[in-house]
């Protein structure tokens, strides 16, 4: 919740679509009891450091729970295995040694079902964790109707600004590669909107001294998912880009895309499950191929 990112999205609207279904869906509270009497099941969003010790006293509590790991890496499957597998070996050894893979797999473990929300993810779970393919089954991220009718008029009418290129996201995070989206936008002849919460980091400190050097990009302070001015922003702009290190698979272009946009993404983590031949592949690494694929984009 404060992240206010992706996996807040995929909760609530997990919550939402369940409910709908006729499922009693409560949203866990710490400050109160959770047993075996209180819960048929838990679902679990994200197995990482910040879960693990909650995971594992649901299991030590014996309450079932699944898991959407939420969890991708460009790290080969083979060296993710032996890194598990040194885990264990060090665990044996004595305690205090810990791996963020082992706390992983150990999450993956222990969860009746795991639910990646695309193949790669999928696949990363089987190959790396060595979970079984039968315990695993892929869940796609949903994306609210509510922004196929996205309205441009208050974004534009608030800004002055229409079919720009758009990101939308954290500023800050490496793996959201925005210094190098705006390294990209240095040499496009374009108008370009950056919405995002920003941290308080050198890396986001880097990305604004960047952008101010650029009159064509505007950057805009965290706008709250359930807001019409960002489904606004959606349906204003042309193209929307997320050149990210890896998405799984970034629901913020799945309701960008719904909006009419065209896309430009990351070729990594899944995305091309959900846009096929939709979108434009960029190498995240690469600022010629991300300004490449956004040029492809604008042409479209």
Not at 75 to 86: D, F, G, Y
Not at 236 to 241: E, G, N, Q, R, S
Request: proline fraction near 5%.
């Amino acid at each position: 919740m404060l992240l206010k990112g992706g996996p807040k999205t995929q909760m609530l609207q997990s919550k939402y679509a369940l409910e709908k279904l006729g499922v009693n869906v409560t949203l866990f509270d710490m400050w109160h009891e959770l047993d075996n009497s209180k819960a048929d099941l838990v679902h679990l969003f994200g197995a990482n450091i910040g879960t693990f010790h909650f995971a594992r006293e649901l299991h030590r509590a014996n309450i079932p729970f699944v898991v959407s790991p939420i969890f991708y890496t460009r790290r080969s499957h083979t060296l993710v295995n032996l890194v598990t597998e040194a885990d264990k070996v060090l665990k044996n050894l004595g305690r205090g040694f810990w791996t963020d893979y082992g706390l992983i797999r150990s999450i993956c473990e222990w969860a009746k079902i795991v639910l990646p929300n695309t193949t790669d993810e999928a696949l990363l779970v089987e190959k790396g964790f060595g979970i079984s393919k039968e315990k695993i089954c892929v869940v796609p991220n949903g994306v609210e109707e509510r922004f196929y009718h996205a309205n441009p008029a208050p974004f534009q009418e608030k800004y002055g600004i229409k079919d720009f290129i758009l990101n939308v996201g954290h500023i800050g995070p490496e793996r959201k590669n925005v210094f190098r989206l705006i390294q990209a936008l240095k040499t496009i002849n374009h108008p370009a909107v950056i919405i995002g919460r920003i941290e308080d980091s050198d890396e986001a400190r880097r990305c604004l001294s960047e952008a101010k050097q650029n009159p064509r990009i505007t950057i805009i302070d965290y706008l709250p998912n359930d807001t019409d001015l960002l489904a606004s922003a959606y349906a204003a702009c042309d193209t929307f880009v997320l050149p990210g290190q890896f998405e799984t698979p970034g629901i913020a272009a799945l309701e960008a895309a719904l909006a009419g946009a065209k896309i430009v993404i990351t070729k990594h983590g899944g995305t091309k499950d959900y846009f096929g031949n939709l979108a434009e592949y960029v190498e995240p690494e690469s600022v010629t191929d991300i300004d490449r694929g956004i040029t492809a984009a604008l042409h479209k």
